[in-house]
């Protein structure tokens, strides 16, 4: 006896299907939520400054950021803020590496 053909998978079992709502969507199939690949600073770091667009449904996407979720406009004004902050912790280190050169703390 010759052995049966097997009947096809069905189309949502076979290559998954990229998101056709929004290029930036990494999540496959089927989905009404979407994410991008989330940015990570530095390896291993615990993700406090992990950052990825996220959108629900009909919701406008925003970036979840530092536990918000920013506009665009805003996620300008957090990074715009976030830079002159990081100056300042960089200067500590300036100010601690020169008080050791001259044998003194700051």
């Keep these: 006896m010759m052995a ?3 009947p096809e998978a069905p189309a949502d079992r076979c290559e998954p299907v ?3 709502t929004h290029a930036w969507c990494v999540i496959q199939g089927r989905h ?3 994410a991008s690949a989330p940015t990570r600073a530095g390896a291993g770091r ?3 400054l992990d950052a990825l667009v996220l959108a629900s449904g009909a919701d406008a996407p925003t970036v979840g950021f530092l536990d918000l979720d920013l506009s665009p406009a805003e996620l300008r004004q957090q990074c ?3 830079r002159a902050h990081l100056d300042k912790v960089e200067a500590l280190a300036d100010a601690l590496d020169a008080a050791d050169r001259g044998g003194e703390r700051p």
Excluded: N
């Design 4 to 6: 049966q053909p097997r």
């Design 18 to 20: 990229p998101c056709s």
């Design 32 to 34: 009404e939520d979407h």
């Design 46 to 48: 615990g993700g406090l």
């Design 80 to 82: 715009r803020d976030l």
